[in-house]
């Protein structure tokens, strides 16, 4: 489940089974959205990526959707393994802010053997 | 590809010291880099974008004087930390993206800086 509040929302998930992490964007220009996973003590790693021309687009065991009408963006990942276990950051970005990332809050997800 | 490194990964020193974080692309060149800050269990916090060749631009509420940048060549970007306190302790993480459109930034490892 999700919890919310002071801390980073948690997702628990059990291993093998299918993650949803979800993101709202705040800019309606943003036109490139970027998905990262930080493992504790380490900077973000880029997994995937996704123009504002598209509303999904796929990679090995991720799918990232996006819906420019609510201004969401989630990051699937299926058969999730221990190895997941980060915290996930959506960013957006358009052109004329000169490529600048806004990231979002976060989110925990945490991968039960 | 895009690897991008960062120098030193800790750092532990007492307060006055000023504190400088190196930021290296290596298998490409970049000719703008970002400096971050992240704290405990927080998002990241773009602190001011590096030009090659030029001024850097800070974001609201940085202070340039405190939080100096250097860009002297496509591949190094540095981050100087003048006279630091303890609250300037930190998670410090550089990104830099290859040259075109809609490239994603790829980050270093991040600089834990702890003042004591």
């Known amino acids: 489940g999700e919890s919310v509040g002071l801390h980073l929302p948690t997702l628990s998930v059990q291993e093998g089974d299918n993650s949803i992490i979800n993101c709202a964007y705040s800019?309606?220009?943003?036109?490139?959205f970027i998905w990262y996973k930080q493992e504790s003590g380490k900077g973000p790693q880029f997994i995937i990526d996704?123009?504002?021309?598209?509303d999904k687009r796929q990679g090995q065991r991720v799918t990232v959707l996006l819906n420019k009408t609510v201004k969401h963006l989630s990051l699937q990942i299926a058969a999730t393994q221990p190895g997941d276990s980060a915290v996930y950051f959506c960013?957006?970005?358009?052109?004329?802010?000169?490529?600048?990332?806004?990231f979002g809050a976060g989110t925990i997800l945490r991968v039960k053997s | 590809g895009a690897v991008v490194s960062q120098h030193p990964s800790r750092v532990i020193c007492k307060s006055g010291t000023s504190v400088k974080i190196e930021c290296r692309s290596l298998?490409?060149?970049?000719?703008?880099m970002f400096w971050y800050r992240q704290f405990p269990k927080k998002s990241l916090m773009l602190m001011a974008t590096?030009?090659?060749?030029?001024?850097?631009?800070?974001e609201q509420g940085v202070e340039k004087d405190k939080f100096l940048i250097n860009h002297a060549s496509l591949t190094l970007s540095t981050l100087t930390v003048t006279s630091a306190h303890p609250e300037d302790s930190s998670f410090y993480i550089c990104?830099?993206?290859?040259?075109?459109?809609?490239?994603?930034?790829?980050f270093g490892d991040g600089t834990r800086l702890s003042i004591l």
């Open positions: 990104s830099a993206s290859e040259q075109g459109d809609n490239q994603p930034q790829h």
């Open positions: 800019n309606s220009a943003s036109d490139y």
């Open positions: 996704i123009r504002s021309n598209m």
């Open positions: 960013a957006e970005t358009y052109m004329e802010y000169g490529n600048k990332l806004v």
């Open positions: 298998d490409f060149q970049a000719t703008t």
């Open positions: 590096s030009n090659e060749g030029s001024k850097a631009t800070y």
